[in-house]
């Protein structure tokens, strides 16, 4: 069966970094592209970031570009949210996703407060 576990999750002062890791099984990694997600309480979800199959390609919404890094390692079944430069705002609940938000993990917390 489809497993996704999300770690790294904590709280950072802003301006501050975390890494954020996500452990796939129960499906070929290597095959499909991952997302990264967020919902704060109260709030509609919000796409984060995406990776292509082989990691080659990767994509951002705006409120996080230049700041998150998203990328996969395909021998360890998973993928990572590296965050940078972190504000307030970015402070939610953060999922990893399969393509069309099929699967889901049960979410890390990231706190960004001084």
């Known amino acids: 069966q489809v497993q996704l576990v999300e770690s790294g999750g904590g709280l950072v002062q802003p301006g501050g970094s975390l890494r954020l890791s996500c452990a796939a099984s129960?499906?070929?990694?290597?095959?499909?592209?991952m997302h990264w997600v967020r919902q704060a309480p109260g709030k509609g979800l919000e796409w984060v970031s995406a990776?292509?199959?082989?990691?080659?390609?990767?994509y951002y919404a705006d409120s996080v570009k230049g700041r998150f890094f998203i990328s996969k390692d395909n021998a360890k079944n998973t993928v990572y949210l590296q965050m940078n430069s972190v504000k307030s705002e970015d402070t939610t609940v953060y999922y990893c996703?399969?393509?069309?938000?099929?699967?889901w993990g049960q979410g890390t917390q990231v706190t960004v407060s001084s």
């Open positions: 996703v399969t393509p069309g938000y099929d699967f």
């Open positions: 990776i292509a199959t082989g990691g080659g390609a990767t």
């Open positions: 129960g499906f070929t990694f290597g095959t499909i592209w």
